[in-house]
């Protein structure tokens, strides 16, 4: 909780920090990445930084972080929090890193601000930054200490890689040590570090798309080409053209806050689109073998019925819960028993009281989220999985 004096000073600032945030972060990473290019190289995600998207989350979580002190300050932004966390913790980010951050941070605030950064301004967005970073590094201690049977990075051997679609492999990994496998909760990820042929080492995040419960490793992973609007793949693509059957990635142990609760007897509805089926396949997994009896609707939204990864797999296990109903859209080619075009919810029965999980590209997920409330789902019951920075924050 902010202070008084601190709380005034912030509310007073936040129009003029808000404006220029953007900025602030550029200078930010500009200034991180002269000091400390080894971060850049083996840590964040350059594909994200050249496009900008990273700037954008920042900027959003800042915000958005200070914005609910001022306007909320009896409850702590946890949901933001632990989703930060959990990304922080796959990435293995240390306490000693938010120091550094800070550096950084608060000299281009006062670069980009001026003369307006008074020291009773800077001592309230101290407060804030501390706040959150204090917030974040207790978040992150508990995830470690859960995880510390496979803490840090292991070693994992390729023992099956299967093309999936066009664009869409899958990897199952067995550890190479041999030993025990931590089991994971259904809708997590795992990072995945590769040295590319520069000898910049890159870490990704890709949802582990078998069933829980197993030593296995899975996940599926798509070739991302670049285009206007999306930086290559680096670590996907690279995935694609060199990783085979014996080959060793490192992997992180799993984090992630899109899990399923315990099997209940509440309603359930998974939605995805593209590449965002991976943690639906597996939640659908753990809900069969759990003899979840609630109703589930299943949604799905692709390019074509070729492109839909995991296809089987996703009707599959839909097929095993006693009251399923899946509902496919295509944009293309759609077949007999599939609809043609872009997610409409409009005609698909949602029970009273559902849970809605949703996983894809963000307007698809803006517009499903839509549906659903339009619909009668509550907005705390929607709940939403990104793959990388998350952007609904800053928008």
Not at 238 to 266: I, K
Request: charged residues 20%.
């Amino acid at each position: 909780m902010l202070s008084d004096q601190s709380a005034t000073t912030v509310r007073a600032t936040l129009p003029a920090v808000g404006a220029a945030i953007g900025e602030i972060t550029a200078r930010f990473y500009a200034g991180l990445f002269s000091a400390h290019p080894e971060l850049l190289r083996d840590l964040f995600n350059r594909g994200n930084q050249a496009a900008g998207t990273q700037r954008q989350a920042l900027a959003g979580s800042i915000a958005a972080f200070a914005t609910h002190l001022v306007d909320q300050p009896e409850r702590r932004p946890d949901a933001m929090l632990g989703r930060i966390a959990h990304k922080h913790a796959s990435l293995g980010i240390a306490p000693e890193q938010y120091a550094i951050v800070h550096e950084h941070l608060f000299a281009a605030i006062a670069e980009v601000l001026g003369e307006a950064v008074t020291p009773e301004v800077a001592a309230a967005w101290d407060e804030v930054y501390w706040l959150m970073a204090n917030a974040l590094i207790a978040i992150e201690k508990r995830l470690y200490e859960e995880s510390a049977d496979e803490a840090g990075w292991r070693q994992w051997e390729v023992t099956e890689r299967i093309t999936e679609t066009a664009d869409v492999v899958t990897f199952r990994l067995r550890p190479v040590d041999g030993g025990p496998v931590r089991d994971f909760r259904a809708g997590q990820y795992v990072s995945v570090g590769v040295t590319l042929p520069d000898g910049a080492r890159q870490i990704r995040q890709y949802s582990l798309s078998g069933a829980p419960g197993t030593d296995v490793r899975q996940i599926s992973v798509k070739r991302v080409p670049e285009d206007a609007t999306t930086p290559e793949g680096e670590v996907s693509n690279h995935l694609h053209a060199r990783v085979a059957e014996g080959s060793v990635l490192e992997l992180s142990a799993p984090y992630g806050d899109l899990v399923l609760d315990q099997v209940t007897d509440t309603p359930l509805l998974l939605a995805s689109a593209g590449i965002g089926v991976t943690p639906m396949v597996a939640m659908l997994a753990h809900l069969a073998e759990g003899g979840h009896r609630a109703p589930v609707t299943v949604v799905h939204a692709d390019r074509t019925p070729a492109d839909h990864a995991l296809r089987t797999d996703h009707e599959a296990y839909a097929a095993k819960l006693p009251d399923a109903a899946v509902h496919l859209f295509y944009e293309r080619d759609a077949e007999p028993g599939t609809r043609t075009g872009l997610l409409d919810l409009s005609d698909v029965p949602v029970p009273s009281g559902t849970r809605a999980y949703l996983c894809g590209p963000l307007p698809f997920m803006r517009a499903a989220r839509a549906q659903l409330i339009a619909k009668g789902v509550v907005p705390a019951d929607i709940h939403y999985e990104v793959f990388g920075p998350d952007l609904w924050l800053a928008g």
